[in-house]
């Protein structure tokens, strides 16, 4: 069972920046894809945000591209979310997860999240 703790989140306004971070307990954390996600207020489904392989190659969802950025740290077992320019529409918990190759399906049961808040 993987555990994933995440942390970072917080209350700022439109146009702030956020620093997210993923601790994770995968002992194979180096060999896999690991992504971030989120689900808004009153969706019921989580959505891709950020993904990055084990190469670092990362890929972003379409309403975060320039404004977000995921990194990880193969020995810290860390994986990090910068967000700059937030928007209002950004509002969500935020998850992160063990993920598939392609389309960065997630692998693991979730993590409690982190909540972030973006005021207009």
């Known amino acids: 069972q993987v555990h994933m703790v995440e942390s970072g989140g917080g209350l700022v306004q439109a146009g702030g920046s956020l620093r997210l971070s993923c601790a994770a307990s995968e002992r194979f954390f180096s060999t896999n894809a690991w992504a971030w996600y989120r689900q808004a207020p009153g969706k019921p489904q989580r959505e891709l945000v950020a993904?990055?392989?084990?190469?670092?190659?990362?890929n972003y969802a379409d309403s975060v591209k320039g404004r977000f950025t995921i990194s990880r740290d193969n020995a810290k077992r860390t994986v990090d979310l910068q967000m700059n320019s937030l928007k209002p529409e950004d509002t969500a918990v935020y998850y992160c997860?063990?993920?598939?190759?392609?389309?960065?399906?997630?692998?693991?049961?979730w993590g409690q999240g982190t909540q972030v808040t973006v005021s207009s």
């Open positions: 993904g990055i392989t084990s190469g670092g190659t990362s």
């Open positions: 997860n063990r993920a598939t190759l392609g389309v960065f399906a997630p692998l693991d049961y």
